[in-house]
């Protein structure tokens, strides 16, 4: 079975800095695309970046970018610049054959 | 328009009571997906389906029945609902391999 870590439960981030939030998965599926997507206190689920398995460059969304190191079976999402309306949850998600599995999340809170 | 919805958004029942949350999507997606969000658990796979007619089982299936006869359509239902279902339910749909899934508002459901 797929298996996804967050292991942050909650992240502080200075305004204007970069913060890196993890993610480990665990799959025995040859082909899988890694996720995250964005939850605001408003509820929606807000896709942000997408990353496949046999992705060989790090794919980036203006200012997301996946860190992915299969090997390792990593998957963080790296936010530069923060800014304010950034704070939320965020998921990091993998789909394999069938189904998509989520992590825990982590709250990330951007300071002024 | 083209999207996906889910009605209804807010839900108050009794113990014991059946329950049926619907979700409708126009973008003729293959794959479907019903989660659950609790605090602390992120989002839970409860079914999915691959197809008209066609479901299986996620992480946490039990109490909860799918059907799908309609690509469009694929309504979740609680035959007996417990306390412990309150929860937040989204339903997502998707296209197949491992291509994003698009989430709906999202229901939210409390059990008395």
């Not at chain 1, 996720?35 to 790090?58: A, C, H, R, T, V």
Request: aromatic share 12%; charged share 20%.
């Amino acid at each position: 079975a797929q298996k996804i870590t967050q292991t942050q439960p909650g992240m502080f981030v200075q305004e204007k800095e970069a913060v890196t939030l993890d993610c480990t998965y665990d799959t025995s599926d040859q082909s899988y695309g890694l996720f995250w997507y964005k939850q605001p206190s408003s509820g929606e689920m807000i896709f942000l970046i997408y990353q496949g398995s046999y992705d060989e460059q790090n794919a980036t969304e203006g200012r997301y970018s996946l860190n992915f190191q299969k090997a390792r079976k990593s998957a963080n999402l790296v936010i530069s610049a923060s800014q304010l309306g950034d704070s939320a949850m965020y998921f990091c998600a993998m789909r394999g054959f069938n189904d998509m599995r989520f992590g825990a999340g982590t709250r990330l809170t951007v300071k002024p | 328009d083209a999207g996906i919805t889910q009605s209804p958004r807010y839900k108050i029942t009794e113990t014991g009571r059946q329950v049926t949350l619907m979700c409708h999507q126009t973008w003729s997606h293959s794959y479907m997906f019903w989660y659950r969000q609790d605090l602390g658990h992120g989002l839970r796979l409860i079914y999915y389906s691959a197809a008209a007619d066609i479901t299986d089982k996620g992480e946490v299936p039990d109490g909860y029945v799918v059907s799908r006869s309609k690509t469009e359509n694929f309504p979740l239902t609680l035959e007996s609902a417990t306390r412990s279902q309150t929860s937040v339910y989204f339903c997502a749909s998707g296209g197949p391999n491992t291509g994003e899934l698009f989430f709906g508002e999202g229901s939210r459901l409390t059990v008395l």
